[in-house]
């Protein structure tokens, strides 16, 4: 469908490729973080970082052929707001993995920390999903209310992390930032998704 | 998709001599719709009581759920299923046994639980990763 209001040039184009390419080094990254969290490889840390400059490249990219004049100027602040909200999302998982090198997560929480990053994981494949049937013109209903389960889930799992924290000992008040800043950016990744899944739905319902 | 992936792990359990009305404070409090019942007794085993159990077997008799043993009311045995199972098969277990959750088991120990609710949301994840299956 986003193909329907090309105009006839390959800017649309570039800018839906480069789009993808967004979404597919944020889920590489997701990928990076759960495999993180399992085998405790901290130089995976640094393959994130990697993954996120990569990703603000992509961004920028997308950003520019926009603003260079690509699609029809009603479409393009959802089109951006759907691009920021994917590089935020991106910027969480940075974050997640800046602060797990900083801390050593206890072991009472590190199961439901890999299953949120399981779960996020799992919703950035099907945001891919969605974006590559939106771009069909095909329905993205099944695929929002996919990602709007598991950031239900992701939400559950926060509230039980949160009742256990406390027993979690913090040597000092960094130690206890840097845990604090972790969880935070662990689960706000889930709330972007979403945000981005409502946004391209947004985009969709626009089109019919 | 893994029944590992879809069940709860935090389980609400009540000991069996705890009275109906305990129980009930529990559900609401907690705002679920079934307890774990561990036996309090080497002769008992462990059972399930659901908010169905307590209205049906107690409150629609107008019996005072203070005075009743949980125990007394809850589902004997726990319908258990291993944690490789398929969630097909559950759902068709559950079907079967006219059910709205099973437990999850390892060896012996009760390590979840799959409400008919996990079954519908992990069939809709299902179809929104596969939209041409």
Not at chain 1, 2 to 28: I, P, Q, S, V, Y
Not at chain 1, 152 to 162: E, F, M, Q, S, W
Not at chain 2, 40 to 58: M, Y
Request: net charge negative; proline share 3%; with cysteine.
């Amino acid at each position: 469908m986003l193909k329907k209001f090309m105009r006839g040039n390959r800017k649309e184009e570039a800018a839906l490729t480069a789009m993808h390419e967004h979404l597919d080094l944020l889920c590489a990254a997701g990928h990076t973080l759960t495999e993180l969290l399992t085998s405790n490889a901290k130089d995976l840390v640094e393959k994130i970082f990697d993954l996120e400059r990569e990703g603000d490249t992509a961004r920028r990219r997308v950003l520019s052929i926009i603003f260079e004049g690509a699609f029809l100027p009603y479409l393009r602040p959802n089109l951006c707001r759907f691009v920021e909200l994917v590089d935020e999302a991106f910027d969480t998982v940075e974050d997640t993995a800046r602060y797990y090198d900083l801390i050593a997560l206890h072991p009472s929480i590190t199961e439901e920390c890999r299953r949120i990053a399981s779960f996020n994981q799992q919703m950035c494949e099907i945001l891919i999903l969605a974006f590559e049937l939106a771009v069909r013109g095909e329905d993205i209903r099944e695929q929002v209310l996919a990602i709007r389960i598991l950031e239900k889930r992701v939400d559950d799992l926060k509230g039980d992390i949160y009742q256990k924290i406390h027993e979690v000992p913090v040597a000092d008040f960094w130690q206890g930032k840097f845990y604090a800043d972790f969880l935070q950016s662990l689960t706000a990744f889930s709330d972007l998704i979403e945000d981005a899944s409502d946004a391209l739905y947004v985009l969709t319902v626009s089109f019919r | 998709m893994k029944l590992e992936e879809i069940m709860t792990r935090k389980l609400e359990s009540i000991a069996s001599d705890a009275s109906v009305y305990e129980a009930i404070e529990r559900m609401v409090d907690k705002r679920i719709r079934s307890l774990l019942v561990r036996a309090s007794h080497p002769a008992e085993l462990d059972g399930v009581v659901t908010a169905r159990d307590v209205v049906f077997k107690v409150l629609a008799k107008g019996l005072n759920p203070m005075k009743i043993r949980v125990g007394d009311i809850a589902c004997r045995p726990l319908r258990c299923v291993p944690k490789d199972e398929t969630v097909e098969n559950v759902a068709a277990l559950m079907e079967q046994a006219n059910v709205a959750r099973v437990f999850v088991c390892d060896g012996g120990t009760v390590v979840g639980l799959v409400a008919l609710m996990d079954i519908m949301q992990a069939a809709l994840i299902d179809r929104a990763r596969n939209p041409h299956a």
